[in-house]
T-cell receptor
Framework: AQSVTQLGSHVSVSEGALVLLRCNYSSSVPPYLFWYVQYPNQGLQLLLKYTTGATLVKGINGFEAEFKKSETSFHLTKPSAHMSDAAEYFCAVSDPGFNFGNEKLTFGTGTRLTIIP | NAGVTQTPKFRVLKTGQSMTLLCAQDMNHEYMYWYRQDPGMGLRLIHYSVGEGTTAKGEVPDGYNVSRLKKQNFLLGLESAAPSQTSVYFC??????????????FGPGTRLTVL
């Protein structure tokens, strides 16, 4: 069974500082990996995803994440935080491949990002 | 193109009452999902559907039933609501091509309180 661990349920950074949100997964094979963002009182929106190919993936709003198989990690970063980045961020994984199972996502428990002016 | 919509946005029930949450998508997606979101627990899958007329259990299916009579609609039912079902419910839809999984598109959520 897959699992996702997000280290730090709350992260605070100063405006303009580096944002680093951590995600580690447990899976028998390299999964597909996703980061979603949820703004207050809204649904989830895809930030970026890794399926195959280049391990550094870029997403919307200046975010990027790197898939590191050896570390089973998919940490999310942004060089310079903006006030509008305040939200909750969820890491998620799914089974890769062509069989049933890859249509389901397993989510982490989320990290609430606060930006300090 | 409205994407994924959910009805209602808010609801308060008394213990033992029943209700149905409606999810609709206009993207012709094959796959639809119901999740619940609780503080500190992320999103947990309740039920999902891989096509019209088919449904399957997710991680936390007890106390819920679903139906997918039309491709664009996915209904979540609570037959006898309990306080433990107080949560925010999200619907999502997605599609796949040749087995590759693409992103799930989420609705705005339904906030349900059971007293």
């Amino acid at each position: 069974a897959q699992s996702v661990t997000q280290l730090g349920s709350h992260v605070s950074v100063s405006e303009g500082a580096l944002v680093l949100l951590r995600c580690n997964y447990s899976s028998s094979v390299p999964p597909y990996l996703f980061w979603y963002v949820q703004y207050p009182n809204q649904g989830l929106q895809l930030l970026l995803k890794y399926t195959t190919g280049a391990t550094l993936v870029k997403g919307i709003n200046g975010f990027e994440a790197e898939f590191k198989k050896s570390e089973t990690s998919f940490h999310l970063t942004k060089p310079s935080a903006h006030m509008s980045d305040a939200a909750e961020y969820f890491c998620a994984v799914s089974d890769p491949g062509f069989n049933f199972g890859n249509e389901k996502l397993t989510f982490g428990t989320g990290t609430r990002l606060t930006i300090i002016p | 193109n409205a994407g994924v919509t959910q009805t209602p946005k808010f609801r308060v029930l008394k213990t033992g009452q029943s209700m149905t949450l409606l999810c609709a998508q206009d993207m012709n997606h094959e796959y639809m999902y119901w999740y619940r979101q609780d503080p500190g627990m992320g999103l947990r899958l309740i039920h999902y559907s891989v096509g019209e007329g088919t449904t399957a259990k997710g991680e936390v299916p007890d106390g819920y039933n679903v139906s997918r009579l039309k491709k664009q609609n996915f209904l979540l039912g609570l037959e006898s609501a309990a306080p433990s079902q107080t949560s925010v419910y999200f619907c999502a839809s997605s599609y796949t091509t040749e087995g590759f999984f693409y992103e799930q598109f989420f609705g705005p959520g339904t906030r349900l309180t059971v007293l």
